[in-house]
């Protein structure tokens, strides 16, 4: 038991950046989750299956920009298996890939919060944003069985 306690102790301060490689895995996917959610309402937008509302893109749009600035210092070297984790060992292997990724990520979703200011510029800049999600999960992220 006391081995047990010293373990968890030296995990915990050692896990990069003072995040504990649990706790990693539970706040990327809890964000992911997050985007999750924010890309179907905008998706089903550009399909008009609920009506256009620049407020609700706007909102989702910074849940996805969140998501996107905070995610990617959540992969640390201790996170690659556990946790009920989706990522592949390809992330380790491309780092600066995976995080340039993030970057490109990021910058649209800036550019898409710019740009939208009506349903017509919503069309055109929306699958800008989803492109990024599909060509990372595509690389990094096992397929749901
Ligand atoms: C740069 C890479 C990258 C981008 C961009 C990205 N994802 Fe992910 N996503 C991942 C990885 C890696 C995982 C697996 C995380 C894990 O299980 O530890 C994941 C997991 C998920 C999950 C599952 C979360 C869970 O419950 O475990 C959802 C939902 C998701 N992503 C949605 C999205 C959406 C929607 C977008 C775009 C708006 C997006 N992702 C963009 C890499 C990315």
Avoid at 26 to 42: E, P, T
Avoid at 58 to 69: D, I, P, R, V
Avoid at 93 to 122: G, H, M, W, Y
């Amino acid at each position: 038991m006391k081995r047990l306690v010293l373990l968890l102790m030296t995990l915990s301060v050692c896990g990069a950046g003072g995040v504990w490689a649990a706790d990693a895995i539970a706040q990327r996917r809890a964000l992911m989750h997050d985007d999750g959610i924010a890309a179907k309402k905008l998706f089903d937008m550009s399909k008009g299956t609920i009506p256009f509302d620049l407020a609700v893109v706007q909102a989702s749009l910074k849940t996805l920009a969140n998501g996107a600035e905070k995610t990617p210092a959540l992969f640390p070297d201790d996170s690659k298996t556990g946790g009920g984790t989706a990522a592949l060992p390809a992330i380790w292997q491309n780092k600066p890939d995976f995080n340039a990724r993030f970057t490109k990520f990021s910058k649209d979703v800036a550019e898409a919060l710019a740009k939208i200011n009506d349903e017509a510029s919503f069309k055109a800049v929306a699958p800008k944003v989803f492109e990024n999600c599909g060509g990372c999960h595509e690389l990094y992220k096992a397929k749901s069985s």
